[in-house]
């Protein structure tokens, strides 16, 4: 069928791999997404602090560079668990607003234009469509958190030795595990709330919401019936407790809820996001009544 | 021929509203219409047949596959240009047709490649680089068609393509409905309340009413079964010359003073009709095939 040829031929090359064509839906959204500048620029600035930290470790090991500057080694940030946790929480951070400008967007525009009957007309089912709209935000957070904060745990290793590597993996744990459950469930909830809000701005309005209105509930739920357990709504602080059980960081909640709380917390909201899409991400509404 | 699609007992309900009631046949045609009124189940049967909808009991096999356990190897095989507008935002039509031509399990190359050349195909190469937001109403219809193409199924979903078309619009879809019907290498299921369109494309109806079906006719036996009536107007017949037809090996029946209504047996031609009234000084006037129309066939289909 060229183009110069008008008559219709079936296909009868090779086919990719079912399990891979979920990644043609990121690979589409980033030839989008990089065409604009500002994006370009706030992507380039997520690495600034990937930087700074690793001048500090570089610093860190080099004496002849610390009396240069005149710096005592006493002075010098000590490299551990904290040094990583704050890394981790600024790139987390900086996840979070990539998640407000792309996420609102993924599911929404494809169910204003009516879009979703020509992907599951396809062999693509609809976990696949979920699962590779979840991809853009994964592995876009994932370049932002974990690859640059175990590039840093690496160059530490090789600065430091093989042992302290081992001693430490910890660490590393913690940098992948942190940041692999903060970009799932801001990924599901950005995709959650753009299947059921169709306006961009109210959608990235409930991002911001769902971490700021579980402080004040929690709190009220304590003042007036005693029990801390409304704090198991707010996801910031099922967060902080995580960060600080995995980086062995003094606790900044007092241990309000425990580890296990916390991994329900966020099982609690990635269940009800993935209902949420279940409900949403169709073919056609289909009304029953 | 084999069956691209049987229907074995499907019925769908959404709550306790039934919309396709046990629906039973087979369809053969290369381009089969599927006609009925306004919520007589067509689109549902489209969707249920796509695996939009799961059957509430009974199933349907396309090309022998099960639509309950074979849902993705039926959708490889299959392309679905639906009613309303769907695309993709901010896209142009060759990055649009690519991308689904790439979910269709097209490496993407070959996906570019298809793109460009399905374009070119419905008749939108020229404008293949434009946003399709920017598109007119026909040119979204080609592009629709292009992306249900571009992986080169075996079977095609049209669900109403001439919908909302001018005229020029109308004929460029069907000459390519057509096209694409005797390349040999698709099927083709034609959804449409235009009655013209479908005999005009297909050779198989299959028409719904209240979700069952009331009618799936073979329009091309239909078509040869109608060149056996021929209605006939003649001047200075007698009961004779009907009694020669009769020995000629025709069934007749006389309908006012000089009308005939014959049956014609295999065999016979028109010509030995005109042989058969010079020879008895009659003079034919008038010779019709009688014939029923897609309309008829409709009509007795909805009594």
Sequence with gaps: MAVYEHNYKPYEGVLTAGWSRFLVIPRYVYQDLFKYKLFIALFVLCFVCPLVYTILIYLHHNTSALTFFGISSADVVPINGFFFKVFTTIQTSLAFIFTVIIGPVLISRDLANNALPLYLSRPFSRWEYIFGKLSVLLILLSVITWVPGLLLFLFQSYLEGGSWMINNFWIARGIFMISLVWAVSLGLLALAFSAWIKWRTAASAALFAIFIIPTPIGFAIQAILGTTKGHLLNLGMAFNVMADEFFRTVNSEDYIFSLGEAWMVFLVYGLVCLYMLWRKVRAYEVISS | ?303
């Design chain 2, 1 to 303: 021929m084999d069956p691209i699609i049987e229907l074995d007992q499907l019925r769908i309900e959404f709550g306790k509203r039934r919309i396709l009631q046990d629906l039973q046949g087979v369809l053969k045609g290369r381009c089969i219409g599927l006609l009925g009124p306004n919520g007589a189940g067509k689109t549902t049967l489209i969707h249920t047949l796509l695996g939009f909808h799961p059957p509430s009991s009974g199933t349907a096999r396309i090309f022998g596959k099960d639509i309950r356990t074979e849902g993705k190897s039926i959708k490889a095989a299959i392309g679905y240009m639906p009613e309303r507008d769907a695309f993709i935002a901010n896209q142009t039509a060759v990055h649009f047709v690519r991308l689904m031509g790439e979910l269709s399990g097209l490496p993407s190359e070959a996906a570019l490649e298809r793109a460009h050349e399905t374009l070119f195909y419905v008749g939108l190469g020229e404008a293949r680089y434009r946003k399709l937001g920017t598109y007119s109403l026909g040119m979204k219809q080609l592009a629709k068609l292009a992306q249900a193409i571009v992986h080169g199924p075996r079977l095609i979903f049209l669900d109403e393509p001439t919908n909302g078309l001018d005229p020029p619009a109308r004929k460029r879809m069907l000459e390519l409905i057509r096209e694409i019907r005797d390349s040999g290498c698709a099927h083709l299921i034609f959804s449409s309340h235009l009655l013209r369109d479908v005999e005009e494309c297909c050779d198989e109806v299959l028409i719904l009413k209240d979700g069952r079906i009331a009618a799936n006719v073979h329009l091309e036996e239909e078509r040869k079964a109608n060149r056996k009536f021929i209605e006939m107007e003649t001047r200075g017949a007698t009961p004779d010359f009907a009694e020669s037809l009769s020995a000629l090996g025709c069934e007749y029946a006389v309908s006012g003073s000089q009308r005939l209504k014959l049956i014609i047996q295999e065999g016979i031609e028109v010509r030995d009709l005109y042989k058969l009234a010079a020879e008895r000084n009659v003079q034919i006037r008038r010779l019709n095939f009688k014939r029923d129309s897609l309309e008829d066939i409709f009509l007795k289909a909805m009594e």
